[in-house]
Structures are given as structure tokens and as C-alpha cells.
């Protein structure tokens, strides 16, 4: 059996009975390079995982107290979306934008607790489709680059945009922890 780690909130644990995804993919990509630096790209795809793998937050079934961080497979997901990809020189400045919609879809079981008619609150599993774990549905990133190969220099400025995601998959309907959007930022000078 898996060890656990008991993190300030939470105890994670790992889960024997994973099992590996498995996705289908289909692919259409069209590149267009008009010289040797410029290139622009533009795709769609579609993708159809069984098993894919999440990490949600379970109740452990012998001690109904206890709820673990744990990945599973959760049935079968489609990914569907397109990207761009753009990189245009000036002499040696030099741009690159890339952009990617992926709109994802997964529908598992979510605990729900109603009345009974006797009052007493019991629990109920309904299906709830939602996005996947960890996938954003905009993702994008800018870059602006110095490329000098004469001086040696090589720099970049670079900025990455990733749309809200959901970051644990609750057991309770409509419960998913997400995690806001958020830009990155990175620069990097090299002498070559």
C-alpha cells in the first residue's frame, strides 16, 4: 500500500489501483514558413482519453473521517481546441505569440446530501460534467527577443497568460477547488 504525507490541511496518499490514460488524437496543422526566420501555425484537435487522471479529495472508506489528496481514473474525457503560433523577425528583434483554446469535459460522480423524509440528511451521487483537472481553457504567451549572433547576445522578455483551472476535484457537487488566472513573467539575457 502507497505511504501517505500529511500536508497542514490535507494527508495525500498515493493509489494502487491507478490505472495508465490512455487518449486518442486526432490532429490538422497548417505551417507556412516564408523565409528562415518567420513561421505561422495554426491547428485543431481533439483528443478522447479513457482513464485520464486527476487528483481529487476522497473520504477514505474504512475511516469515513479521514479525506486524502489522492490521483484516480475517472471515466472518459474529450479535449477539444485550437492553437496559433506566430514568430516574426526585424532584423534582430524578434517577436513570437502563441495561443491555445482548449475547451475540456469530463462528467463523474459528485456526492450530494438531501432530506429524507424523515429529515435526516443523506447522501446521493449525481453525475456533474466540468472541465479537467489543471486545464485551462486560454492559455497564451508573448515573446520579444534581441538575438545578435556578431555581439553575442541573446535576450528575451517573455509573458505567460494561463486561465482560471480547477486545482482539486472535490467530491461534492459543485465544490472543485480552481485557481484564479495568472500571468507569468520571465527575462533572460545570454552572451553566446
Excluded at 35 to 45: E, I, K, P, T, Y
Aim: proline residues 4%; negative net charge.
Amino acid at each position: 500500500m502507497p505511504g501517505k504525507i500529511v500536508n497542514e490541511e490535507f494527508q495525500e496518499r498515493g493509489n494502487p489501483d491507478l490505472k495508465r490514460a490512455v487518449a486518442d488524437n486526432i490532429d490538422f496543422r497548417y505551417e507556412y514558413f516564408p523565409n528562415a526566420s518567420d513561421q505561422l501555425m495554426a491547428g485543431v484537435f481533439y483528443k478522447n482519453i479513457q482513464n485520464p487522471i486527476e487528483y481529487t479529495l476522497q473520504v477514505d472508506e474504512t475511516r469515513g473521517q479521514d479525506v486524502f489528496y489522492t490521483p484516480g481514473n475517472f471515466g472518459t474525457a474529450q479535449n477539444y481546441g485550437l492553437e496559433l503560433d506566430v514568430i516574426k523577425y526585424f532584423q534582430n528583434f524578434g517577436f513570437k505569440a502563441n495561443y491555445t483554446y482548449t475547451n475540456s469535459s469530463i462528467t463523474t460522480k459528485k456526492m450530494i446530501r438531501i432530506r429524507n423524509a424523515q429529515g435526516n440528511l443523506e447522501p446521493r451521487s449525481v453525475d456533474q460534467t466540468r472541465p479537467m483537472y489543471g486545464q485551462s481553457a486560454h492559455v497564451g504567451n508573448l515573446s520579444i527577443f534581441y538575438k545578435d549572433g556578431k555581439k553575442g547576445i541573446d535576450a528575451q522578455l517573455a509573458a505567460s497568460y494561463t486561465g482560471e483551472r480547477i486545482n482539486t476535484v472535490s467530491q461534492f457537487l459543485n465544490n472543485d477547488l480552481w485557481q484564479e488566472a495568472f500571468i507569468q513573467m520571465d527575462a533572460s539575457i545570454e552572451k553566446i
